[in-house]
């Protein structure tokens, strides 16, 4: 498992996925760490062709979360990774 930090309040996070995302909707889904309810953070493909999107994470509280990314293509869909989870790490911030 990789993990992401980021500090709260910062806006977004880069992501990348092992596919070429053009003409593709991605959801990225975060879940509290040990928690059943999950989130879906509002994203945005920035390189399609690379695979590269961004999700953004300024609403979440600090803590650790579950992530995945869930791709549809031609109507097949892909779940990144494929096994376990990112962890997602907000931590506290000075301000």
Known sequence: MSTINTKRGDTEVTLKVN???TESTVRVLVRPRRSTGFTVL???????AKGTLTAVTSDLPVGLYDLEVEV????KVSTFPD????ILSVNADLG
């Open 19 to 21: 596919m070429d995302l």
């Open 72 to 75: 549809t293509q031609g109507g």
């Open 83 to 86: 096994t376990g989870y990112v």
């Open 42 to 48: 509002p994203s945005t493909v920035t390189v399609a």
